[in-house]
Structure formats: C-alpha cells, structure tokens
C-alpha cells in the first residue's frame, strides 16, 4: 500500500515541504531514496527499534521511502515521525485518513518519545501557506510555532499520543498563543543603565547610537566599564515590531539555538562572540549551511570587544554584509540567504598597554606603536563606524555615589521619539529605516546645513585633522542629535557635539 506523510526542510531561514511516499510490497528490503544524508539512512534500525518496542510490528516486507523534491538536502533525524507514521500508515496499523492534513517533523528515541527540531517556526509558517490544516510537532518546540495564526499547532512528547490523534478525530495536543501578546508581555532586559555611575557623556552617546541606529565604538582602559556599558544598549532600543520579533525567533529555531519551550523572541539580541571566532562562526557557513553571529544579532545589537584582537580576514567577511544587511552563503550544491541587520558595538584598549591618555596612569607604548595597535583594525570596517567614543574610567567618589543613574526606560523614550521622525522621513525611502541607513543621496536631502554649521565643520575638519571619511558620519549624527531634540533642522550646537564622536579620524591620534 502508498501512504504518503509531509514533513519540511529548512533553507535558509525558511521552510520547505517535502513529501515523503511510503510504499509496502512483496518482498523484504528497506529502500530509501531522494537524497538522505546518513543520520535518515541510520533512521532504519532506529524506526525498527522504536516501532517494535511501542506495540506495533515493523513490516518485514518491501519497504520503498521516497522523498521529494528530491534536489533539497534533507539533513537529520528529525524526518522520524514522518517517516514511521508513513510506514504504520502502508502497513495497515494506523488510519491514513487525516495524514493529508500534517505537515510533521520529530526525532525518536527509542522509547517513542519525541525530541525537538530545528525551524519549526518556519515549518509552521510553510505549511500554513501552504494550505495544510495543521502541523505536529514535538512538545519542546509547539510554543515557537503555536505563535502563527491560521494553522492548527499540535504538540506531543511521545508518538503514541500522534497515533491516537491521527487515529481519533479530536482535537489532542492542540496549543493557541496570541503573539501580540507574547510580544507585550515577555520584553525583559537582564541590565539596566540605572546600574551605571557617571559616564554621563558616554550614555548620551550610546543614546545618539540607539536613537539613529549608528554603529559605535569604545575605546577606553581596561575596567572603565565599556563591556559593562555595551550589554545594556539592547535596553534602549526601540521595542521590537511583531515582524522583527517573528524574523528573529525563526533564525534562532532554525540556529536551534532557541530556548526549549520559549515562544517568540521578544527582547533585542545581545551577541558577543569571543575574538578566536571563525570566519563562519561569524558570517555563517559550514557543510550545512548554519547562520552565524551576525545573523544571530538579528534586530539586535552585535558587541565585539577587543576589536583589534580579531584576526583582519575575519572582520573584512562583515563587509559586505553590513552594506547589504544579509549575508549569501554559497555551496557547492545550494545559495543561502540569512538576514544580518544588526547594531554593531566595538570595544578597544588605545594601545597595547591599555593606558594610552589614562587620567593616572602612564602608557608605556612609543606613539609609532599605539598607531600600529589602531592601524590592525580593518579599515572597510572602521568605514560602517558613525561614532567614536573615549570612556574613561569613573572617579572613585562617583562610583560610590549611591544615586541610580538615568533608567534604560526613560532613555528608551527618547529613542523611540526620535525613530518616529525617521520614519516619518524615510517613509518612501527603500530600504532605508534610519539615519546611519542613508546613503550620500540621501545626505543631500535631509541634512542640509546652513551657512554657519559649514563653516563651523570647515574649521573642525581642519583643526581636528579629521579625515575626508569623518566628514558624512559627522553629518548624519547631527541629524540624529536633531532628531534627539526634535528639531528639523541641523543647527550648529548639534554639528558640534558630533563633532567630537571621531576621535580615532584624527590625525594626531597616537601622537
Ligand atoms: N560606571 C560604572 N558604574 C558602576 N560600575 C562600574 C562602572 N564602571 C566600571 N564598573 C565596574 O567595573 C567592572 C569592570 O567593568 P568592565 O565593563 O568589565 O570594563 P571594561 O570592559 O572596560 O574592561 C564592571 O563589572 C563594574 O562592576
Ligand atoms: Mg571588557
Ligand atoms: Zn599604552
């Protein structure tokens, strides 16, 4: 008899469907066919084991699986619920009525039980669009994909209890999430600016990186807090929009890196990958193609500390997909896209000693040498860097000081203000959301300066010896400080505070 069950796989961060056709004959070999990789082949003696020692019988006859489309790569264990339903449906131990209406993914343990997979948001996604009724899934992921509205979710620890559903006509192990309200309800931040003392200055200019989505950079001695101040900028970001949030969770589950029984993330990725990370562990890659940090920090925050420690050929990889916001990995049989649009925060020592312009300390470091430390960063990626900012390290009495600082919330506020105005003016943009988006066209159109505030960056460029590169950075932060203060236009107290985020552009920096 041909059943046929459906189950997914994932390319990209998306789902695709593949149908799996079971036909049982005369005779006795097990065949599996359409390009399984070895854990489906291993799946045999698995299904053999698992089928027998829940109560059924594993036919002991010809045994045909096809599955298609049989150019995807189907990768995994997670194909044995599909599977060992199809092959209990051909051998006449389970009704193939409903099987039409699935879309199921699933790895057994020899006891039956079912173990989570990978992408099953994406999975329920597909299969909604794809008109199936509903979707089965182990227990440990029916959260992520409860949260998609229009497809029935259904979630079962053991395959006994898929089998008593398949074979009823009830409605068992459905699971219902409004994502709106996962959305409002589990926003939380670990780390709150409240617990930073002082640093009032660098607060204002996490604020203006927040606030026009510009990539920052600290520099500053060891134990000045930079880490310290760097976790808690996902705090100030503007809340997440549902489609951010769904896009996010789905590369996660699809990362596998989901937490078990966590629905959708809601709070803004915080990533800090150590600097001994791999080309691929950053940008993604591998045999099987898996995203990588900058796809992890999706809608997020990417925190590299250490900057200079980072191998140069593995920060020119981040080029490109910076300039695109997605990265393409391509192998020899498949071309994947995942999303890589991100906030990138940096940290660095000023030299190699750590001390270089130490309030009271002294730097050991000859100028020629705390050049050298600055020159190892790559430039491409100095080029996507909007602010420079110097943290020194709080005095003693402050640090002590028991008054909270400003909160994440209060600064979140003015944030989300100034995010309004971009929008606002981006509205028919493509492709350009916020202030460090805009392009050198762009430039021309909404930040236009007066006759003062050119003169005034004239004399900066020259005084400063800031370099050709300073000069549209220093613009769009000044749009963002405008925006910050409501103001349409760029005036000349705003030129000036982004004026000083370029300290590494200038020329006596080292010397
Ligand atoms: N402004 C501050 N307010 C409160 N604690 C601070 C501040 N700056 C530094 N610290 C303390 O010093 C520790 C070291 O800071 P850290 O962020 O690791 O410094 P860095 O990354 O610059 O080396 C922090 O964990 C924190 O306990
Ligand atoms: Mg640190
Ligand atoms: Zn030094």
């Avoid at 009704?95 to 997979?117: A, I, N, P, W």
């Avoid at 400080?481 to 760029?490: F, G, T, W």
């Amino acid at each position: 008899m041909l059943v046929k069950t459906f189950g997914s796989a994932i390319h990209g961060i998306d789902a695709i469907i593949i149908t799996i056709e079971v036909n049982i004959s005369q005779g006795k070999k097990f065949y599996l066919v359409g390009l399984p990789d070895n854990a489906i082949k291993e799946s045999h003696h698995r299904l053999v084991a698992v089928i027998n020692n829940i109560g059924f019988k594993f036919p002991r006859r010809r045994i045909v699986i096809n599955m298609a489309p049989a150019d995807i790569k189907k990768e995994g264990s997670a194909y044995d619920l599909p599977i060992a339903i199809a092959i209990l449906a051909a051998s006449e131990q389970l009704s193939d009525k409903r099987l039409s209406e699935f879309v199921m993914m699933g790895e057994l343990s020899l006891d039956g039980s079912l173990k989570r997979v990978k992408g099953a948001l994406s999975m329920a996604l597909k299969a909604k669009d794809e008109g199936f009724k509903g979707i089965i899934v182990p227990n440990e992921n029916v959260m992520e994909a409860a949260i998609v509205e229009g497809i029935d979710v259904y979630g079962f620890s053991h395959l006994d209890e898929v089998i008593e559903m398949l074979n009823g006509d009830n409605n068992m192990g459905i699971v219902k999430l409004d994502a709106t309200d996962q959305l409002l309800q589990l926003v939380s931040y670990s780390y709150d600016f409240e617990d930073v003392k002082g640093q009032e200055n660098i607060k204002r200019a996490l604020e203006i990186a927040a606030a026009g989505g510009h990539n920052v950079i600290m520099i500053g001695p060891p134990g000045s807090g930079k880490t310290m101040l760097a976790k808690r900028l996902p705090s100030i970001l503007p809340p997440m929009s549902i489609e951010e949030a769904l896009e996010t969770t789905k590369i996660h589950s699809v990362a596998g890196i989901l937490p078990e029984h966590s629905a959708l993330i809601s709070s803004r990725p915080y990533r800090s990958p150590h600097h001994t990370i791999s080309d691929a562990g950053l940008v993604g890659g591998g045999t099987y193609p898996q995203p990588g940090e900058i796809s992890l920090a999706q809608n997020g925050v990417l925190f590299l500390d250490e900057l200079p420690e980072f191998k140069r050929t593995v920060l020119e990889v981040m080029r490109q997909p910076m300039e695109d916001r997605v990265v393409t990995i391509s192998r020899a049989r498949v071309t994947v896209d995942y999303p890589a649009s991100f906030m990138l925060i940096a940290a660095m020592n000023p030299c190699p000693c750590g001390y270089y312009n130490h309030p009271d300390k002294d730097c050991v470091c000859s100028p020629g040498i705390v050049k050298s430390y600055l020159n190892k960063i790559s430039g491409p990626l100095m080029d996507r860097i909007d602010l420079h900012v110097e943290v020194t390290p709080v005095p003693f009495n402050e640090l002590t000081d028991s008054k909270p600082g400003t909160k994440s919330n209060d600064i979140r506020q003015r944030v989300i203000n100034a995010r309004q105005m971009q929008d606002i003016r981006f509205v028919d943009c493509k492709d350009v959301y916020n202030n460090a988006q805009m392009s050198t066209k762009n430039l021309g159109k909404y930040c236009n300066l007066d006759e003062s505030g050119q003169q005034l960056l004239k004399v900066a460029m020259e005084k400063l010896s800031l370099s050709a590169r300073a000069y549209d950075r220093i613009i769009k932060v000044a749009r963002t400080i405008a925006d910050l203060d409501s103001s349409q236009k760029i005036k000349t107290d705003h030129l000036a505070e982004a004026i000083q985020y370029r300290s590494l552009d200038r020329e006596t920096w080292g010397s």
